[in-house]
Antibody, heavy 117, light 108 residues
Framework: EVQLVESGGGLVQPGGSLRLSCAAS????????MHWVRQAPGKGLVWVSR????????SYADSVKGRFSISRDNAKNTLYLQMNSLRAEDTAVYYC??????????WGQGTLVTVSS | DIQMTQSPSSLSASVGDRVTITCRAS??????LNWYQQKPGEAPKLLIY???SLQSGVPSRFIGSGSGTDFTLTISSLQPEDFATYYC??????????FGGGTKVEIK
């Protein structure tokens, strides 16, 4: 069974940092592009970032470019999102998801990031 | 970036009703359109990809159609487990992957 389990969310002050992790099981992430998508409370889905299967190509939404960094460890079957210079508007549930470079087919349950003083 | 607009933003329907949700792209996206279902407190789930292809395990009452800029998701006979929010997403020109604003299907 495909499973994606996010961790690392929590409460952080504006300007702070967090590192999210996404542990995959039931498949090898080395065969897939991986994505992060977020959802602010009561709002819709917003794509954040993606990384190719080798980890050599990354892309970011303009809203997080220069502040967030996506990475992966295929040996550990784990995806990461390093989030720096966090702002109140980054408050959201962050989902990791697998797919190809253009869409996602399986999503994790998400981890909540709250940016507040 | 390609903008995706869904309508309506919410609707009320009864079990057994035929429900149609519309998604419009700001430019032609051929058939590069996907639909997701999200129930409260749950992760989204892929329903339909490439405008009309049913994801494995998804009931056949979910029907996707359209091409170019206009797309529809039809639920042929609404079931209790279908009350959820539905999102479209274009995969024609990425990054970014862009989603519609969502359509919440509620019980009448």
């Amino acid at each position: 069974e495909v499973q994606l389990v996010e961790s690392g969310g929590g409460l952080v002050q504006p300007g702070g940092s967090l590192r999210l992790s996404c542990a995959a099981s039931g498949f090898s992430i080395s065969s897939y592009w991986m994505h992060w998508v977020r959802q602010a409370p009561g709002k819709g889905l917003v794509w954040v970032s993606r990384i190719n299967s080798e980890g050599s190509s990354t892309s970011y939404a303009d809203s997080v470019k220069g502040r967030f960094s996506i990475s992966r460890d295929n040996a550990k079957n784990t995806l990461y999102l390093q989030m720096n210079s966090l702002r109140a508007e980054d408050t959201a549930v962050y989902y990791c998801a697998r797919g190809d470079n253009t869409y996602v087919d399986y999503w994790g349950q998400g981890t909540l990031v709250t940016v507040s003083s | 970036d390609i903008q995706m607009t869904q309508s309506p933003s919410s609707l009320s329907a009864s079990v057994g009703d035929r429900v149609t949700i519309t998604c419009r792209a700001s430019q032609s996206i051929s058939r590069y359109l996907n639909w997701y279902q999200q129930k409260p407190g749950e992760a989204p789930k892929l329903l339909i990809y490439a405008a009309s292809s049913l994801q494995s395990g998804v009931p056949s009452r979910f029907i996707g159609s359209g091409s170019g800029t206009d797309f529809t998701l039809t639920i042929s006979s609404l079931q209790p487990e279908d009350f959820a929010t539905y999102y479209c997403q274009q995969s024609y020109s990425t990054p970014p992957l862009t989603f519609g604003g969502g359509t919440k299907v509620e019980i009448k």
